[in-house]
C-alpha cells in the first residue's frame, strides 16, 4: 500500500521502540525509587543501631559513676564512725596547731599578770605550800605549767630539795630570769616543752603542784596533762596538789543581764534580729556574777580527786536539784567551782569561785535559758548536766542542760 502522504510523521516514529524505551525508562524509574526507599531503610536502621550503642555507652558510664559514688559514700560512712566512735583519734596536725595556738595565748605578760594579783588564788597556793612545809621538805617537786615560776619558787623556799616546772609557752624564759634573779638557780630546774613529750632528768617526783583549773572547772583540758605527769612520773607515795576539786551550779535571777543578752534582739533600731538568738545563747558566758542574783541553793555536780581520776572520767553526766530561797523567775544556771589542799596537810587550805565569795579571775560560767521560769519560794529546780570535751576542739566543753525535761546545750570555749 502506498501512504497517502510521503512524510506522514505518524509513520515516521516506531511505536514499539518508543513502548520498550518506555517501558525501559518506567522500569529504571521504579527501580530508582526502590533503591532510595531501602536505602532510606538502610540509613535509618543504622542510625538507630548507633543511638541504642551510644545509650549503652552512658548507662555504663553512669553504672560505673554509680558505683564510684557508693565506694565514696561508704568511705565517708566509715571515717565519719571512727571520727566519732574512736576515742583514741588524733588530728596530729590540727591538734598541733590548736595547741599552739593555746601555749601562745599564754606567751604575753598580761595573762600571767592578771594571774598573779589574783590574790585569791596566788596567797591560797602560797598557804597551803607555806603552811604544810613538812610536805616539801626534801622532796622532789614537779610544777606543771609553772608559767612565771611562783610556785616553783613558793615550793623552793618551803625546802623542797629540786624542783622541776615545766611550760610549753614562751614566757618560761622569763621565768628563767625570774629564778636567777632571786638566786634560786640551784633548786630550780625549767624546761621548755609539753609535758607529754619532754624528758625529765628525775625518774619519779614526790609532789605535783599545778593550777591547772579553767573557766567552769574543766575548760583548757590543762588536767589531762597534770594526769599523765601523775601517772608516768609520781612516786606511789606521792601526791599531786590541790587534791581535790568541786564543780557546782546555782540559778539566777537576773534579768537585766537577760534582757541585754536575749531580748535586745527583738528590737534593733526598728529591725527584729531574733535568729540571732540562738547564737547568743548557745555560748556560755564568763562573767561576775552579783550575789545578790543567786536564788537557789548550790548543789555539787562533779567532784574532781586528782590523785585517783582518769581522763576518761572527766566528760559526766550528774542530775541536780536547786532549792529556791525566794520567789523569782530564773534567768540562768550559773557554775563554779571550788578548789582544796587537804592530804597530808596539817592546815587545810581552800578557796571558792563561787558568786558569793570573794572574786577571782576564773569569774562564773553563765548558761543563760532561752525564757525565764518563774518560781516559788520552796520550788526544786530539777535538772541533769551533761559534760563533755568539744571533738572539734579538745580544750573547748559542750554542755547540755535537761530542765523539767527541756533541754538546752551550750558550748563553753
Same mark, same amino acid.
Given at each position: 500500500m502506498k501512504p497517502v502522504l510521503d512524510n506522514d510523521l505518524m509513520l515516521v516514529y516506531d511505536i514499539e521502540s518508543m513502548t520498550i524505551e518506555c517501558m525501559t525508562t518506567e522500569s529504571n524509574t521504579y527501580g530508582s525509587v526502590n533503591d532510595d526507599i531501602n536505602i532510606d531503610k538502610m540509613d535509618s536502621s543504622s542510625s538507630l543501631l548507633q543511638r541504642l550503642k551510644h545509650a549503652e555507652h552512658r548507662a555504663a558510664r553512669a553504672e560505673e559513676a554509680l558505683v564510684q559514688a557508693l565506694q565514696d559514700l561508704n568511705l565517708a560512712r566509715s571515717t565519719t564512725k571512727n571520727l566519732f566512735e574512736t576515742k583514741d583519734v588524733q588530728l596530729n596536725v590540727e591538734n598541733g596547731e590548736e595547741d599552739q595556738s593555746y601555749f601562745d595565748s599564754y606567751a604575753h605578760f598580761g595573762i600571767h599578770q592578771e594571774m598573779l594579783q589574783d590574790k585569791v588564788r596566788t596567797e591560797n597556793y602560797r598557804d597551803f605550800i607555806y603552811d604544810n612545809q613538812h610536805i616539801f621538805k626534801g622532796k622532789v617537786v614537779l610544777d606543771v605549767g609553772c608559767g612565771t615560776g611562783i610556785l616553783s619558787m613558793f615550793a623552793a623556799k618551803a625546802g623542797a630539795k629540786q624542783v622541776i616546772g615545766i611550760d610549753q609557752s614562751e614566757i618560761i624564759y622569763n621565768a628563767m630570769d625570774i629564778v636567777r634573779e632571786n638566786g634560786l638557780e640551784n633548786v630550780v630546774m625549767l624546761i621548755k616543752g609539753k609535758m607529754e613529750e619532754v624528758k625529765l632528768p628525775v625518774k619519779q617526783v614526790d609532789i605535783i603542784i599545778s593550777e591547772w583549773m #579553767? =573557766?567552769? +572547772? +574543766?575548760? %583548757?583540758?590543762?588536767?589531762?596533762? $597534770?594526769?599523765?605527769?601523775?601517772?608516768? =612520773?609520781? !612516786? @606511789?607515795? #606521792?601526791?599531786? *596538789? @590541790?587534791?581535790?576539786?568541786?564543780?557546782?551550779? $546555782?540559778?539566777?535571777?537576773?534579768?537585766?543581764? !537577760?534582757?541585754?543578752?536575749?531580748?535586745?534582739?527583738?528590737?534593733? *533600731? #526598728?529591725?527584729?534580729?531574733?535568729?540571732?538568738? &540562738?547564737?547568743?545563747? %548557745?555560748?556560755? &558566758?564568763? %562573767? *561576775?556574777?552579783?550575789?545578790d542574783t543567786v536564788i537557789s541553793t548550790p548543789c555539787m555536780v562533779k567532784c574532781v580527786d586528782i590523785c585517783s581520776i582518769h581522763v576518761k572520767d572527766l566528760d559526766f553526766t550528774s542530775s541536780f536539784k536547786l532549792e529556791i530561797q525566794r520567789d523569782s523567775n530564773c534567768t540562768g544556771i550559773v557554775g563554779y567551782f571550788d578548789v582544796i589542799f587537804e592530804k597530808h596537810c596539817k592546815k587545810t587550805v581552800m578557796f571558792s569561785c563561787s558568786p558569793t565569795s570573794e572574786k577571782t579571775h576564773w569569774k562564773q560560767t553563765v548558761f543563760i535559758l532561752p525564757k525565764p521560769i518563774p518560781l516559788k519560794k520552796g520550788d526544786v529546780l530539777n535538772g541533769t548536766i551533761e559534760c563533755a570535751k568539744n571533738p572539734k576542739d579538745k580544750r573547748a566543753l559542750i554542755i547540755k542542760l535537761t530542765i523539767d525535761e527541756e533541754a538546752f546545750n551550750y558550748i563553753v570555749q
Open positions: #579553767g =573557766y567552769f +572547772l +574543766l575548760f %583548757e583540758s590543762m588536767l589531762d596533762s $597534770v594526769l599523765f605527769a601523775r601517772d608516768k =612520773y609520781l !612516786h @606511789p607515795d #606521792g601526791t599531786v *596538789y @590541790p587534791d581535790l576539786c568541786t564543780l557546782s551550779l $546555782v540559778a539566777i535571777d537576773d534579768q537585766r543581764n !537577760h534582757d541585754s543578752k536575749v531580748d535586745f534582739w527583738n528590737n534593733v *533600731y #526598728g529591725f527584729k534580729m531574733t535568729c540571732m538568738k &540562738s547564737c547568743v545563747l %548557745e555560748e556560755s &558566758s564568763v %562573767e *561576775y556574777v552579783k550575789k
